[in-house]
């Protein structure tokens, strides 16, 4: 399965790139909160990097490879949570999302139908289902930065390290990042785990 693809950005279409390496042209999909940031993460050379999610297409008797692209691991990681809701494939899920990740997040966690229904394709009971699933479970992606990029970092067993790092791959400075996990321990010491953590400290900044 491909991971990653680096190479030159030949062309951009609605919600599909065309990136050449090695002579060879790829097709990857990509949502239009991607693309248009897209240009913004290109080298001097005009080369991309693009964290790759591969799955088959499966028809009557066939099976198609489809890539579809992102600029980071954690946008990934919400793309893998987003199509767990029921009646949301990949191809669905990259025309929905057409608006920033952390955008969509707070929409979710704060149950906003209304936004989530300017979302193409997503009707008044797509709207449920994706709160219903997701709905407090997704805080750490609402922390994402406009100007996240391709970190991906192992992580400690422990759920402060944990967190520290996820909040690093988001951008913030460490002193920062410190500073929101301090407060956020110091509110709810019973947390088990480095998602919660994060949910913690996701609702903390929201309420300031």
């Given at each position: 399965m491909i991971a990653k693809i680096s190479g030159k950005l030949v062309e951009k279409r609605d919600n599909c790139l065309i990136v050449e390496n090695n002579n060879i042209?790829?097709?990857?999909?990509?949502?239009?909160?991607?693309s248009q940031r897209i240009d913004d993460f290109k080298d001097a050379d005009g080369k991309v990097t693009l964290i790759i999610y591969h799955y088959l297409q499966m028809g009557q008797g066939t099976s198609i490879p489809v890539l579809v692209g992102f600029l980071s691991e954690i946008e990934k990681d919400f793309f893998l949570q987003f199509i767990t809701v029921s009646g949301i494939g990949p191809k669905a899920a990259v025309k929905a999302l057409n608006k920033p990740i952390s955008e969509v997040t707070r929409a979710i966690d704060s149950a906003d139908m209304a936004y989530l229904k300017t979302l193409p394709g997503i009707g008044m009971q797509r709207a449920k289902d994706i709160i219903?699933?997701?709905?407090?479970?997704?805080?750490?992606?609402?922390?994402?930065?406009?100007?996240?990029?391709?970190?991906?970092?192992?992580?400690?067993?422990?759920?402060?390290?944990?967190?520290?790092?996820?909040?690093?791959?988001?951008?913030?400075?460490?002193?920062?990042?410190?500073?929101m996990i301090a407060k956020a321990w110091e509110n709810a010491k019973d947390l088990k785990t480095a998602e919660e953590l994060l949910n913690e400290i996701y609702k903390q900044r929201v309420n300031i």
């Open positions: 042209q790829y097709e990857i999909l990509v949502p239009t909160s991607v219903a699933k997701l709905q407090g479970k997704i805080g750490k992606f609402g922390l994402i930065k406009d100007e996240v990029g391709a970190l991906n970092k192992e992580v400690s067993s422990d759920i402060k390290e944990e967190a520290l790092e996820i909040l690093l791959q988001l951008q913030y400075k460490r002193p920062e990042a410190m500073n």
